[in-house]
C-alpha cells in the first residue's frame, strides 16, 4: 500500500485529497502547514508527498527547497497542488524541485495519473541498474507489456 503525506492547509482540500487517495487504496497521513509536513516526511516516510504552495509557517517553496536539500529525503516524490495557476506559474514550480504540479480543483483522474507517472519514476531510480534490465527482459516493464 502507498503511503501518501498531503500537506494542505485548507481542511476542505485535505478532507477531498484523503477520500480521492483513499478510494484508490492508499494510505494517507496529513499535515496542515509547511513545518508539520517537513516533520510528517522525517516521521512516516511516505511514498510521495502532495504538497500546496500557499501554506503558513513554511510555503510549498521552502519544504520542497529542505526536502531536496537533505540527502535522505531528496528522492522523495512531490507533488505540487495548487491554486496557483497563472502563466508561468507551472514551470516555476517545476523549476523549485517539485516532480509534478496539479491546479486546483484537482480531477480524480488527473490525480491518478500523476501519482502513478511519479510513482513508477522512484521506484525506477531505486531500482538496481542490473535490476531494471531483468525486468525488461522479462516482459515485465510498462514498455514491455505493449500497455
Same mark, same amino acid.
Given at each position: ?13 485535505? *478532507?477531498?485529497?484523503?477520500? =480521492?487517495?483513499?478510494?484508490? #487504496?492508499?494510505? $494517507? ?8 509536513? =517537513?516533520?510528517? $516526511? *522525517?516521521? !512516516?516516510?511516505?511514498? /510521495?508527498?502532495? =504538497?500546496? /504552495?500557499?501554506? %503558513? $509557517?513554511?510555503? @510549498?517553496?521552502? $519544504?520542497?527547497?529542505? /526536502? ?7 528522492? =522523495?516524490?512531490? &507533488?505540487?497542488? !495548487?491554486?496557483?495557476?497563472?502563466? #508561468?506559474?507551472?514551470? +516555476? /514550480?517545476?523549476?523549485? @524541485? ?5 491546479? +486546483? ?9 500523476? &501519482?502513478?507517472?511519479? &510513482?513508477? +519514476? ?5 531500482? %538496481? ?9 522479462? @516482459?515485465?516493464?510498462? *514498455? @514491455? !507489456?505493449? +500497455?
Amino acid at each position: 500500500m502507498t503511503k501518501v503525506l498531503v500537506a494542505e492547509d485548507n481542511p476542505v482540500n485535505r *478532507e477531498l485529497l484523503r477520500e =480521492l487517495l483513499e478510494n484508490r #487504496g492508499h494510505a $494517507v497521513v496529513e499535515a496542515c502547514d509547511g513545518q508539520e509536513a =517537513l516533520r510528517m $516526511v *522525517e516521521e !512516516t516516510q511516505p511514498d /510521495i508527498l502532495l =504538497l500546496d /504552495i500557499g501554506m %503558513p $509557517v513554511l510555503d @510549498g517553496y521552502a $519544504v520542497a527547497r529542505r /526536502i531536496r536539500e537533505n540527502p535522505a529525503l531528496a528522492p =522523495l516524490p512531490i &507533488l505540487a497542488i !495548487t491554486a496557483y495557476a497563472m502563466q #508561468g506559474d507551472r514551470e +516555476k /514550480i517545476l523549476h523549485s @524541485g517539485f516532480d509534478g504540479y496539479l491546479s +486546483k480543483p484537482v480531477s480524480a483522474r488527473a490525480l491518478a495519473d500523476e &501519482l502513478e507517472r511519479l &510513482l513508477h +519514476k522512484r521506484e525506477d531510480r531505486n531500482t %538496481p541498474p542490473n535490476q531494471s534490465h531483468e525486468k525488461q527482459a522479462s @516482459g515485465k516493464s510498462a *514498455e @514491455g !507489456t505493449g +500497455k
